[in-house]
């Protein structure tokens, strides 16, 4: 039986520096159609979909995108952390050096579901010959109007493994030492509003 690509189906397929060529393969239609849509309504088919986050922790996509969108704030920010310091992986690299309009579209949908109007891409120094395909297939795709008024930028780090813990990938994004902050022990979530005496 012959593969089945998702993730990286247009990997290979597209040439990574020609937007014309994600187009040919539907690129952006479902960012047309998350558009049509509520934001509220984008983040139930993310978790009726059952997408999962491509790290360690397999977090639900959908409860993420819905607490990020229901947490306070005047602002807030989208993060793609294309750090990849886990030893011996190139999945996220793969995908950037083949299919950088997938993940730009991608975090034009989540930027749209949970409200986000400044956005980042944080690339691992070592991914420093990545840049300046990243950085033409954005130019590309706010050519075409794809953004709108998100803004995606391209921040380097180090290259350091604690960067995959997200505090300290903000304090690197911030400019300084990649280091884990001290947070606020973190309500367990209760699934289906179910509650636990105590």
């Not at 050096?97 to 944080?122: C, N, R, S, W």
């Not at 960067?163 to 979530?189: D, F, H, N, T, V």
Request: hydrophobic fraction near 40%; include cysteine; charge should be negative.
């Amino acid at each position: 039986m012959p593969e089945m690509r998702i993730v990286l189906k247009n990997c290979q397929v597209i040439d990574p520096t020609d937007i014309n060529t994600y187009l040919e393969q539907d690129g952006f239609k479902a960012l047309d159609q998350a558009l049509r849509m509520a934001p509220e309504s984008v983040i139930a088919e993310v978790k009726a979909s059952g997408l999962k986050g491509r790290g360690g922790a397999g977090f639900p996509c959908g409860l993420k995108w819905d607490l990020a969108r229901k947490s306070g704030g005047d602002e807030k920010y989208l993060i793609c952390n294309a750090d990849e310091g886990e030893v011996g992986t190139f999945k996220d690299r793969f995908i950037l050096q083949h299919d950088p309009f997938t993940l730009i579209e991608a975090m034009a949908i989540a930027a749209y579901a949970i409200g986000v109007k400044q956005a980042f891409i944080y690339l691992r120094q070592e991914y420093h010959y990545l840049l300046p395909g990243l950085l033409n297939a954005l130019d590309q795709v706010r050519a075409k109007g794809y953004l709108g008024n998100l803004d995606i930028e391209i921040r380097e780090g180090a290259g350091a493994y604690i960067c995959g813990e997200e505090s300290a990938l903000i304090e690197s994004i911030e400019g300084k030492r990649g280091e884990a902050r001290y947070k606020p022990p973190i309500q367990p979530i209760r699934a289906c509003g179910a509650s636990h005496g105590g």
